[in-house]
Antibody, heavy 123, light 111 residues
């Protein structure tokens, strides 16, 4: 069974860079034709897609983040990561990594989710 | 790209049916059959309940059904159970530059 686990600092100072990693077990990113995604949820608010990456390295981002997000993949560790630069209080959220199962196209619904990691942007 | 519009809350008694709407535009819900629905219990991760408008992943009870008409998608929960009390979010494809647009979320209360 596929499992995803987010990890990273729970506290980031404003203007600094948020870095999170998603460790995958039960599937190999390098042989998986799916788009792996990052999604976040600010306190009391709805879900927001951040971006997705394919094992080939193809990436897609939410334009609302204005180029601050970078997603990369490390196939040797079976992990993919998120870097979000110049964070502000508005980036405070629970961050999830996820993967579809119902389709290999970009936009396929996310079947598998990590448990989420809470990140607070504060000095 | 704006978030899809959902009612803040809906409620029903056990055994009843409730329907949650998800209103978008002709650029998202109205133009693609890629609407999905997620259930989320407090403190938990989202769980996929419906994908591609009306398909159920393995293990999701047939009490959950999805549909779409024009720019509005709907999730119906029949035979409401206590475990259905949760937040529900819709999501739609809106093109290759915006593959995921989520809804504002709806809290379902079982009376």
């Amino acid at each position: 069974q596929l499992q995803l686990q987010e990890s990273g600092p729970g506290l980031v100072k404003p203007s600094e860079t948020l870095s999170l990693t998603c460790t995958v077990s039960g599937d190999s990113i390098s042989s998986s034709n799916y788009y792996w995604g990052w999604i976040r949820q600010p306190p009391g608010k709805g879900l927001e897609w951040i971006g997705s990456i394919h094992y080939s390295g193809s990436t897609h981002y939410n334009s609302s983040l204005k180029g601050r997000a970078v997603i990369s993949v490390d196939t040797s560790k079976n992990q993919f990561s998120l870097r979000l630069t110049s964070v502000t209080a508005a980036d405070t959220a629970v961050y999830y990594c996820a993967r579809p199962d119902s389709g290999t196209y970009l936009g396929a619904a996310f079947d598998f989710w990590g448990q989420g990691t809470k990140v607070t942007a504060s000095s | 790209q704006s978030a899809l519009t959902q009612p803040r809350s809906v409620s029903g008694s056990p055994g009843q049916s409730v329907t949650i709407s998800c209103t978008g535009t002709s650029s998202d819900v109205g133009n693609y059959n890629y609407v999905s629905w997620y259930r989320q219990h407090p403190g938990g991760a989202p769980k996929l309940m419906i994908y591609e408008v009306s398909k159920r992943p393995s293990g999701v009870p047939d009490r959950f059904s999805g549909s779409k008409s024009g720019n509005t998608a709907s999730l119906t929960i029949s035979g409401l159970q206590a475990e259905d009390e949760a937040d529900y979010s819709c999501c739609s494809y809106a093109g290759s530059y915006t593959p995921y647009v989520f809804g504002t979320g709806t809290k379902v209360t079982v009376l």
